[in-house]
């Protein structure tokens, strides 16, 4: 049974990206990153849910950026990772790395 605290592959994913954007990321640089280290082709859409729900449980938080000309006066939702996201990154790491430690030697 997965624990409420665990993240899916998806939610990893997102909260990377998140994370290597430093504090600069909103939804289209985010997915757009998604994009680039997936290697496959995510919509923004799911973006913005999974950092919904990665905000809800504390491991993003976001804030919203100077309104711009280039944005006809709009401001960006910016998100960054938590101290609880990174943790629950580096969890995820940890578990991941417990279970590669149990595949066998290919040599």
Known sequence: MENSSS???FEQL???CTYVLSGNGYGVS???EVNDR???QVLLGSVY???SRLEERGLVASNFSLP???RGGRSKRLFQVTPEGLQALYDARSQAQMLLDELPDLS
């Open 38 to 40: 997936a290697g496959r």
């Open 30 to 32: 985010i997915t757009r």
């Open 14 to 16: 997102v909260l990377l």
């Open 49 to 51: 849910v999974t950092l």
């Open 7 to 9: 993240l899916g592959h």
């Open 68 to 70: 711009t000309a280039a």
